[in-house]
Every structure is written in C-alpha cells, then in structure tokens.
C-alpha cells in the first residue's frame, strides 16, 4: 500500500546536526514533489520544505531557510531533511507529505494526500 | 509570505449540526493550490478538500469546500461523532507554503 515511514528523529544539542528520512513505497515516487511539515508539541502545523519530483527546484520556509536542505534520492525513493545549526524552536514531530496532483474542473487541483506518521526532533542541552 | 487566517478558533456544536468554518488569505491565493486537512490527537493530518472544492479519496459527501480569492469555507453539513477534530487549510504559491492556525471543533 501507498505508506511513508520517516526515521532518524531523537535528542540533539542547540547547534547541532541531523538527519531525517522518509521513506515512500507503493507508488511512484520519482514522479511526485515532497513536503516536509512539522507541528510542535499542542501546535499547529508549519510547512518546512517542498522539493519538486526531479529535485529541480526546492522551496523552503524562512524560519529554516540556509539551516535546512532537503534533498531526495528516486532510486532509494526516500526523502531527506538535513538540519544544522539545531535551535530549540526546532523542537516538534516532523512529517513527510506527498505533493498530489489530480484533474478536476479542466485544471488541476493540488493537495498532500499521503503522511507519514512523523519522527521527533528534540532540541536540547 | 501569506498568511492564512482561520476562524473561530474554536467551536463548539452538537452532533448532527452545519458548520461552515472560514480560511482568510492575506493575498489572493490561486484556489487549486487550497487544501483543507483534519487532524485527530496523536496522527498525521488527513486531506480532505483539494484545489478548494475537491473532495479528496475517501471524504465524505457531508464535506465541502468553495471560495476563491482571499477567502474559502469548509462546510461540514451535518456533524458526525467522528468528524470532532481540529481542522486546518493550507495554501502553496510563490516558492513557499503556509498552514493556518487551525480551528479546534470540540463537541458540545
């Protein structure tokens, strides 16, 4: 079935490094963009990163722009988040989304249709 | 960056009852690029309303969504047990994303 199984989460200093995955199985993954979302402890949801299905383009939020790259590797279908210069405001469960697309009303309509079940990141000395 | 306003931020209504709730943008937002999800404590959010009126797989026809614009509206028509849930819409145009900040349905 169509699932995204993220990993790498756990406790990490301010300052420091990790590494997040995701990894896609039971569809196509190569032929869809990627969204990485995470949600802070009784938070709302904070859209962090999209890379495009070929990695031609990436997008990220200010808050983690020139801390966070995303990246994908389509013959691993996995998705990657690499996060450096950790603060504690980075603290939340993080998730993996695919970026669909479907036709309706002779255009086409945009949504992430498939999470994974999140990983968290704590932020802490 | 556009910011996505929901409202109320909270509601409280019975089983059986309409509830329409609002997402205001700060810019217009281009309407197939405007999701509606559910979120239930401890899980990943759930798509409901893609491109703003969209039902996603599986949605019931109780939901729906409309607006353009700067301004949409999910309508839950009549309320189900399982439907009490914190909701969100979320937008995607120039280079970036946004969420709103949720509306919290709580049953009465």
């Known amino acids: 079935q169509v699932q995204l199984v993220e990993s790498g989460g756990g406790v990490v200093q301010p300052g420091g490094s990790l590494r997040v995955s995701c990894a896609a199985s039971?569809?196509?993954?190569?032929?869809?963009?990627m969204h990485w979302v995470r949600q802070a402890s009784g938070k709302g949801l904070e859209w962090v990163a999209f890379?495009?299905?070929?990695?031609?383009?990436?997008h990220y939020a200010d808050s983690v722009k020139g801390r966070f790259t995303v990246s994908r590797d389509n013959s691993k279908t996995t998705l990657y988040l690499e996060m450096n210069s950790l603060r504690a405001e980075d603290t939340a469960v993080y998730y993996c989304?695919?970026?669909?697309?479907?036709?309706?009303?002779?255009?086409?309509?945009?949504?992430?249709?498939?999470w994974g079940q999140g990983t968290t990141i704590t932020v802490s000395s | 960056e556009i910011v996505l306003t929901q409202s109320p931020g909270t509601l409280s209504l019975s089983p059986g009852e309409r509830v329409t709730l609002s997402c205001r943008a700060s810019?217009?937002?281009?309407?197939?690029?405007l999701a509606w999800y559910q979120q239930k404590p401890g899980q990943a959010p759930r798509l409901l309303i893609y491109?703003?009126?969209s039902r996603a797989t599986g949605i019931p026809d109780r939901f729906s969504g409309s607006g353009s614009g700067t301004d949409f509206t999910l309508t839950i028509s009549r309320l189900e047990p399982e439907d009490f849930a914190v909701y969100y819409c979320?937008?995607?145009?120039?280079?970036?994303?946004?969420f709103g900040q949720g509306t919290n349905l709580a049953i009465k």
């Open positions: 890379v495009e299905h070929d990695a031609s383009y990436k």
């Open positions: 039971g569809f196509t993954f190569s032929t869809y963009g």
């Open positions: 810019q217009t937002v281009s309407s197939r690029y």
């Open positions: 491109g703003a009126s």
């Open positions: 989304a695919r970026w669909d697309r479907v036709a309706a009303e002779g255009d086409y309509h945009y949504g992430m249709d498939v």
């Open positions: 979320q937008q995607y145009g120039s280079s970036s994303s946004t």
